[in-house]
């Protein structure tokens, strides 16, 4: 998608389709402000025939009126104004995508002024706005081989038109939505690719392009550097599957040499059938999510960099493929951990908390100030949430609060569960020092209160992403699949940080 901000005058914008979001009720004076009267005037009279009120969502698609160059108008609903969210103005300009694309259009002009929203400044705004048009756009169509022609095959245009006399803050706001979406689309790829294509091999091969692209440090260990690190609780994971695991490590050093690194770690399963206790075959198919992790530290990893952020991070990534088979482990089995403690195995399919013990136990060699795991762990966070909140649990109260806050922000929001030490009971082992799984009651914590056993003395943060990881019907600015869900929560957080 190739972006561009004008001061062209939207009526004398040529062509393509023009874009101008409505507030409820506001339809006259907010149009007037940005258009001749006459056009405004014209916009008015067939809105009220159309029944158009600007709630949030709507769409109004209008044949342009003389003295205007644009071949259509859109109109979007942003609902009353002094509820607007920079997420509500991301979702209209997602929506306009997802339309341009079913027409096939591939010219799209926004009228910047008109998607006021006094909370975010004009750079906010530009970035919510692009971001809008970058997610609506995204689709994952790399092996549809028919129909070529009915979809648009020309990439799209987006124009912002503004009077603004400040076109750097736009642009600025630009630059970065075009950062952090690139980490999106990397994330939603890498989540989409399908099983086959997607070996622990692969996901360490792309990750290591992504560094030397970025200019970060990568470095890659194999089952054999695995073996000598002690990480026996990943290796079990992995050995049942003919792929070999890998630990994906990325580096990013934009702070000072002394600063300590914030640690992103994400569970990288690239398909889990549930390995010996096998998961039923109706929907495995969506199992190839079962990374979206890992997508995430490598998508905000490549972000981060892209933003040339003051901090030092380090992106850690345990590939894995969870299969059942003859060398497969077995419930019972009593798995060593890199950190000396036992596991009892009493469910396979619970292999994310297992391989993340391991891989929040090898960040502590780098001495981070903050760790945080996502992972797309239980499908009791599916019970829980749904689909439109990512579970928030830790040791770290303020952590946790900075990150809500980024979610509200960034538009992907977090809701916290109590990780009260009762629930450690759960998990107690008659055998080992801990079990990797707690029972049916909340499902959720009990994952979150095995990882803390790991991460005793961090200042540790898990993201559950198994609701918000995955797109099943499609929404404004998510196509179905993978969503990239954390890259740009993340990203946000960690733009806000302001470290010494
Ligand atoms: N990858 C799954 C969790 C999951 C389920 C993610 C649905 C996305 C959608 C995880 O490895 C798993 O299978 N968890 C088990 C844990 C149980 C055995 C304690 C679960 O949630 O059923
Ligand atoms: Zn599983
Ligand atoms: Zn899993």
Not at 66 to 94: F, H, M, P, W
Not at 101 to 112: G, I, P, Q
Not at 263 to 289: H, R
């Amino acid at each position: 998608m190739k972006i561009v901000v004008k001061t062209t005058k939207p009526e004398k914008q040529k062509g393509g389709c023009l874009l101008l979001g409505v507030y409820a009720g506001r339809l006259r004076s907010a149009t007037e402000k940005e258009l001749s009267p006459e056009v405004a005037a014209v916009l008015k009279r067939a809105a009220g025939r159309e029944n158009f009120t600007g709630k949030i969502g709507q769409l109004l698609e209008l044949t342009t009126p003389d003295g205007c160059r644009a071949d259509r108008l859109l109109l979007i609903g942003l609902g009353e104004e002094k509820r607007g969210t920079g997420e509500i103005l991301r979702r209209a300009v997602g929506t306009a995508l997802q339309r341009m694309h079913k027409v096939h259009e591939s010219d799209l002009a926004v009228v910047f002024d008109s998607f006021t929203l006094r909370k975010l400044d004009t750079a906010q705004r530009a970035e919510a706005l692009v971001e809008g048009a970058l997610l609506g756009d995204y689709r994952f169509d790399r092996y549809q081989t028919e129909d070529k022609e009915t979809r648009n095959s020309k990439p799209i245009r987006v124009t912002l038109l503004t009077k603004t006399h400040d076109l750097q803050a736009v642009e600025s706001g630009v630059s970065v939505a075009a950062a952090v979406c690139a980490g999106v689309v990397l994330a939603r790829d890498l989540v989409n690719e399908p099983g086959n294509v997607k070996s622990p091999d692969y996901l360490a091969n792309r990750a290591q392009q992504v560094c030397t692209e970025a200019g970060l440090e990568c470095t890659i260990l194999g089952r054999a550097e695995l073996e000598k690190e002690q990480m026996g609780a990943m290796l079990g994971v992995a050995q049942g599957s003919s792929r070999e695991p890998r630990l994906i490590v990325m580096q990013y050093h934009g702070g000072s040499a002394e600063q300590k690194p914030i640690a992103l770690v994400g569970k990288g399963v690239v398909f889990d059938t549930g390995g010996i206790s096998i998961k039923p075959s109706e929907g495995m198919e969506e199992m190839k999510m079962d990374m979206g992790g890992g997508a995430a530290v490598i998508g905000t990893m490549q972000a981060a960099a892209r933003l040339k952020l003051p901090c030092n991070l380090v992106g850690v990534v345990p590939a894995v493929e969870n299969m059942t088979s003859g060398t497969a482990i077995r419930p019972g089995d009593i798995l060593t951990s890199q950190s000396g403690k036992t596991i009892e195995v009493v469910n396979t399919d619970a292999e994310g908390r297992l391989i993340l013990a391991d891989a929040i136990s090898y960040v502590r060699r780098f001495e981070p100030i903050q760790v945080i795991d996502l992972a797309t762990l239980t499908g009791a966070c599916i019970i829980a949430l749904g689909h439109h909140a990512t579970a928030v649990l830790g040791n770290d109260e303020k952590l946790i609060a900075s990150l809500i806050r980024a979610g509200e922000q960034s538009g992907e929001r977090l809701w916290q569960l109590p990780l009260w030490e009762e629930y450690a009971e759960q998990i107690k082992s008659e055998v080992a020092d801990v079990k990797n799984v707690g029972g049916r009651p909340a499902g959720t914590i009990t994952a979150a209160a095995f990882i803390q056993k790991f991460a005793d003395g961090l200042n540790w943060v898990h993201l559950d992403i198994a609701g918000t990881g995955w797109e099943e019907k499609g929404r404004p600015c998510y196509s179905f699949g993978g969503t990239g869900v954390g890259v740009r929560l993340l990203s946000c957080y960690l733009r806000g940080l302001h470290l010494s």
